[in-house]
């Protein structure tokens, strides 16, 4: 065995150990009689439309829907805010 294959061996071995120590570690730390955590339930967003007209701005859109700019950029992935064009139909969250 030449000298590379005694390093290969060792480092090997090393990572080997140290594999098997952090196994134990982790299930000597973990808590089985802890219940699993429950899924988290969202509720699905609803949504109304409203289509763009001439001279509408996002700020008395949003206004009006009673939502911020920052909340319909969200939801429309609107790239930029200052510019809409009439007839562009965006979703409206309803509450």
């Known amino acids: 065995m030449g000298f590379l294959d005694s390093v290969k061996g060792a480092l090997r071995d090393a990572v080997s150990t140290r594999a098997s120590k952090q196994t134990a570690a982790a299930s000597r730390t ?5 219940p699993a955590a429950a899924p988290v339930e969202t509720t699905p967003e ?11 701005t996002l700020q008395e859109i949003s206004a009006r829907a009673g ?14 805010p ?14």
Do not use: C, H, W
């Open 46 to 56: 609803v949504f109304d439309t409203y289509t763009v007209e001439v001279g509408d």
């Open 30 to 34: 973990a808590k089985t009689d802890e």
């Open 67 to 80: 939502t911020s700019v920052d909340e319909m950029v969200r939801i429309n992935d609107i790239e930029d």
């Open 82 to 95: 200052d510019l809409i064009f009439p007839g562009q139909v965006f979703r409206i969250p309803m509450r």
